[in-house]
DNA sequence: ATTGTAATCGGCAACGATTGCGTAGATTTT
DNA sequence: AAAATCTACGCAATCGTTGCCGATTACAAT
């Protein structure tokens, strides 16, 4: 059985109380230098590490953040995480990675774990099929500090950050219509998340701006947001089939993108008839084909900015009122 | 200050001792059937959950495992991991991921950070720069149960999972000879990892079946294993630069698999010319141009196999002193 | 000699949950 | 009616750590 050093051993050993050991080891004022020194010594020689589970009872503090995010395999995320990492663990704190695959039924199970492991806050971006969010209110009512990021949600008050999705959907879709395309399709994601409808406003703004009719049968909704290959498939054949078919298509998602490039190369079509854009992060984008334009959102700078909010919420000695939402840019990447 | 209902807030409520409590929720034959209801009831109206650092401290038990792998935005990585907590959920236990980005100190930080949470077990696959398994053998001697997969190593003896690395670079490699390729140059992965050797011996023998002499010169080691860009472009344009320059390259890594074919649509190279095939796991390698053959590792299963070892050696009642190591065959995918 | 005052350390309790043991009170047995 | 048995619950210890208070000692000030 694995069982490390204690305070406790230590102190048996050298014939001192757990309290002396204790402050010797946290360096504490009241005890003897000649103490210290021999505790300390025989501390590292055992390779004594003080136990974060008891120290989290007792202090209901863990230096550990909790994050929950619909998919690794998500570059998006995966790189948002890397991007959380490098502040938090600069900050003493250590991360807990849990992943949903946008399954609501998951996203309750990890979240409530991850609050019952004390977790000093939370990182969450919500999952595609979560509608309600009693189960967050309740532990945000409750005095668990949570910042939501990407995929945010109106229901609690706290701070946020996300990408201008409107922007980027209205550069992308602008980019099309200024290739000379005027008959642009829309793939658009699970309709319950908020970056679903920023970017269909985006995508329907630049249509107005530009005086391009919007057709509400140039839209295909993936509510499976691309985790499944065979519903954008049938969208992007559905599309394709029509008499005045599309000569471009804007998709609202990275996973949902990949999908209907797999779906355009599988169907063999010509890359010139039919242009693409997409959000995209994925960090092979760029050698993809059919080649697309792409969207790409400061990910990395999201999970630094995200941890940042996070930490000043459990840090602060006061009750913060006044929140606020962060809006990061995109890029838009252009085929050459 | 988020404080969820406790055992003696309820005690305190319905006036009974904590142990009656607890014993009344763990439904204990000693209670009477009253006092269950009312102690039940009450629990759920205060939505009362156990708490689980408490019960880690007493019991040294957590039901959660640990996963230790280099880097999620490997989608080899990511799938392995799907595959832990298809298994892992299944039977009750968390998951708590951390990743390296193939950095010695991160993986013991985060080693110890996870034995130190009492995490019931540990997956770990190794990152590129770690030589010092100490303190993984210090963990595994104190019995913390260890499973390794994919990057083993000999020094530990325990359960082990990995693929059958020599078949898939020696069928990689055939492939490319048996296409007419005869100058196949080889771009090669840290050199402490097993896999690399084990990929380098199917290369290697690949080429000695079909009579090709080896050259030296033609094998390149990215020891930063595809983390850097650079390192792999100066290769590709180091190897093509070559008076007798290659026909093709085996990859013999899933990242450099990606930073070659990138290298190769830098430097403006027909594919026709340079014939590549590489390990890769990516999940639209099928979609990538300049395109390749590839070999697929069966991640998922991977993943699978290696909980299911490790919930072997933690549900144990005796000490387990024979161990497997598992070998899972890949998957040859040629270009058409 | 007495009191004051640091310096140095130990004891107790608590964090939340579990569990062996003890026991008051009710019920049954003799 | 006394003794034995059961029922249903409480007490206290435990896991590892630390905060708070108290105790001991030495040494200086009075």
Redesign the interface.
Known sequence: ????ATIKDIALALKLSPSTVSRALRDGYEISTATKKVVMEYAKKV?Y??????L??KN?RSYSIGIVVP???N?FF??A??GI?SIAYERGY??????T?DSSE?ELINV??L????VDGLLISMSAGTSDYGFLK??HN???PIVFFDRIIDEIETFKVTSDNFSGAYNATESLIKSGRKKIALLSNAPQLSITNERLSGYMKALADYHIPFRAELIRNCSKGGNDYQEVEDAVKDLLAATDKPDAIFISSDRIS?SC??AL?SLNFDPKEIAIAGFSN???V????P?LSYVKQKSFEMGQIAVEMLLRLIESKYPITEFETKILDTELHLIK
């Open positions: 059985m694995y069982k490390p390779n590490q003080s136990n974060p589970i008891a989290s009872l209901r998919k690794l395999a570059s995966s790189q995480i890397a990492e250590h991360t807990i990675i849990t992943q695959h998951r409530n774990h609050a019952q492991r004390s309740q532990l409750d005095g668990l990949i490039i797999r190369k994925s960090d092979v760029d050698l993809l084909h080649s």
